[in-house]
Antibody
Framework: EVQLVESGGDLVQPGGSLRLSCAAS????????MNWVRQAPGKGLEWVSI????????DYADSVKGRFTISRDNSKNMLYLQMNSLRAEDTAIYYC?????????????WGQGSLVTVSS | EIVMTQSPGTLSVSPGERATLSCRAS??????LAWYQQKPGQAPRLLIY???TRATGVPASFSGGGSGTEFTLTISSLQSEDSAVYYC?????????FGGGTKVEIK
């Protein structure tokens, strides 16, 4: 069974930085694009970022562009999200999510989420 | 950006009754529409993709329909375990966008 396990969430001050990690297992990690999707407390889902299977291509939501960086290490089956210049509105549970397959940009597996709280 | 609008915000249905949830896109997304179920404290779970294809392991009581800008998710006979928030998501255009969700309650 596919497993995605996020870590790294924490309380951070506005303007601070944080790095989330997602450990993937039980599938050929390098063959799939991976995403980060977030959910503010009591709110809906917001797509944040995507990275291609080989890591050569990335994209971001406008709300995080220039502040967040997605990356992956296929040798370790790890996905990362480097978050800089954090704002209160970045407070959310961050999920890593596996894309179904090439050209089908929906998510068939999700991690349990990692909570990021931005507050002074 | 394509805006996805779900209605109603909350749906209260008796056990065994049918629940019909709606999702509208601000422009056509063809059939590139997915539905997810999210229970409290859990991650979302994929239910439907390509507007009407059930994901692996999803009961036949869940069905999806529609194309273009109007979509529906139907739960044919509501069970207590179906109490959750349901989200639609379009994947025809970037950025990927989700609807605001419909909360299904058991009456």
């Amino acid at each position: 069974e596919v497993q995605l396990v996020e870590s790294g969430g924490d309380l951070v001050q506005p303007g601070g930085s944080l790095r989330l990690s997602c450990a993937a297992s039980e599938f050929t990690f390098s063959s799939y694009a991976m995403n980060w999707v977030r959910q503010a407390p009591g709110k809906g889902l917001e797509w944040v970022s995507i990275i291609s299977g080989d890591g050569s291509s990335t994209d971001y939501a406008d709300s995080v562009k220039g502040r967040f960086t997605i990356s992956r290490d296929n040798s370790k089956n790890m996905l990362y999200l480097q978050m800089n210049s954090l704002r209160a509105e970045d407070t959310a549970i961050y999920y890593c999510a596996k894309r179904y397959t090439t050209g089908w940009h929906f998510f068939d597996y999700w991690g349990q989420g990692s909570l990021v709280t931005v507050s002074s | 950006e394509i805006v996805m609008t779900q209605s109603p915000g909350t749906l209260s249905v008796s056990p065994g009754e049918r629940a019909t949830l709606s999702c509208r896109a601000s422009q056509s997304v063809s059939s590139k529409l997915a539905w997810y179920q999210q229970k409290p404290g859990q991650a979302p779970r994929l239910l439907i993709y390509a507007a009407s294809t059930r994901a692996t392991g999803v009961p036949a009581s869940f069905s999806g329909g529609g194309s273009g800008t109007e979509f529906t998710l139907t739960i044919s006979s509501l069970q207590s375990e179906d109490s959750a928030v349901y989200y639609c998501q379009q994947y025809n255009n970037w950025p990927l966008t989700f609807g605001g969700g419909t909360k299904v309650e058991i009456k």
